[in-house]
């Protein structure tokens, strides 16, 4: 399939690692901003194929996982109410909240649905006039344009009985974050190609020049990510620090600009919370007070909560690159994805789910390893 399997093809993949290999002379810790260049990382076992000097940690793109405990705690809140059909997306239903999750709403006679898209959610809405419609919105820069288009045709239309619990967080307040902690390794990026194919990179030059770090936009396939952590090794052995472009087929320097304005016209910038590591400032997107009466949060009354974090639960770590999961005493024992302490067991972006999923014995790794030498670069098999 065009623009697939030539990112899965094992001889690029093979001229690449081996490239690496005579390229690094000293180590280099790098991060993939999102979840879901972690899943293809740990599928394709890409961190084991690379270099030893190159050590790749995971950092807080995945959505689910960082919305804040307080959200999820809210959507309950409102699910259970008798007269609001709550509707979200598959994972957000099995995130623990402090108490419950709105599985467990579902499963007590809340409406509590599934959707794929905000504007399915509008539908719903439409066809139940009788019912609030409440669409948990939750996300990165990648999807706050299609739910700013939801709540902006609810406005145009009137529909007085939908509203929005929005969540959107924006990664380069959170890279910046990463940047200034005294604890930080993290010594070059790949950023999300999904937030830049809405975004640019435009945002990124700052950021890249005032830290002195590398930054390289990246795809999502193995070959995506393995010419991505080239051009990154490429810019740490030579000194320099830019931005860069390797997932050109999708992302322009701009961006999408009528996404942005849509966005910008719902959305305004506001301090966010992310589960476990805590509020960042300008880090997050809210509805502009004349969006108010379709923001969830104004039409139950549910604006300040507070919550605890189970004390077990590491993903704060995980997700500054300062500990992998399997770092973690829970992991694989009291937290699965069938029993997830924290949201990151629980996502299909999430970074402990994919070492849950896709790690290997030794054995299997030098297999792959085999396999690679010829054809299509082998897909990862679940261990679960
Ligand atoms: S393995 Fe579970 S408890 Fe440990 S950091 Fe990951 S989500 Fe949290």
Known sequence: MKYLDEYRDARLARALIAGLAKRVTRSWVLMEICGGQTHTLMRYG????????????????????????????????????PTVTLVSYGDM?????????????RAAGGDVRITYSPMEA???????PDR?????????ETTAPANAMAVWQAAR??????????????????????????KNRVQGFIAPGHVCT????????????????????????????LEAISMLVAQLEHGRAQVENQYVRSVGYE???????????????????????????????????????????????????SAEEPAECISALVLQGLKKPVDCPAFAVRCTP???????????????????????????????????????????????
């Open 46 to 81: 890409i961190d084991e194929l690379v270099p030893p000097q190159i050590e790749l940690v995971h950092g807080p793109g995945c959505p689910v996982c960082v919305t804040a405990l307080e959200t999820i705690d809210k959507a309950i809140h409102i699910a259970s109410l």
């Open 93 to 105: 239903l099995r995130v623990p909240g402090s108490h419950s999750d709105l599985f467990h709403v």
């Open 122 to 128: 509008l539908k719903v809405a439409r066809a139940k």
């Open 132 to 140: 609030k419609l409440v669409f948990l919105g939750i996300g990165f």
């Open 157 to 182: 239309e009137g529909l007085g009985n939908f509203s929005m619990l929005a969540s959107h967080f924006l990664v380069p307040p959170a890279i910046r974050m990463l940047l200034e902690s005294p």
């Open 198 to 225: 809405v975004m640019g990179y435009r945002q990124y030059e700052e950021l890249s020049r005032i830290y002195h770090v590398p930054i390289v936009v990246g795809g999502f396939e193995p070959v995506d990510l």
């Open 255 to 305: 961006g999408n600009r009528p996404a942005q304005e849509l966005m910008e016209k719902v959305f305004e910038v506001c301090d966010r919370k992310w589960r476990g590591i805590g509020v960042i400032p300008q880090s997050g997107l809210r509805l502009r007070g004349e969006f108010a009466a379709y923001d969830a949060e104004k039409v139950f009354g549910v604006g300040d909560t």
């Open 338 to 384: 069938e029993t997830p302490l924290g949201a990151p067991m629980v996502s299909g972006e999430g970074a402990c789910a994919a070492y849950y999923q896709y790690r290997r014995p030794a054995q299997e790794v030098r297999e792959v390893r085999v396999a690679s030498k010829s054809g299509t670069f082998p897909e990862g098999e679940q261990d679960h």
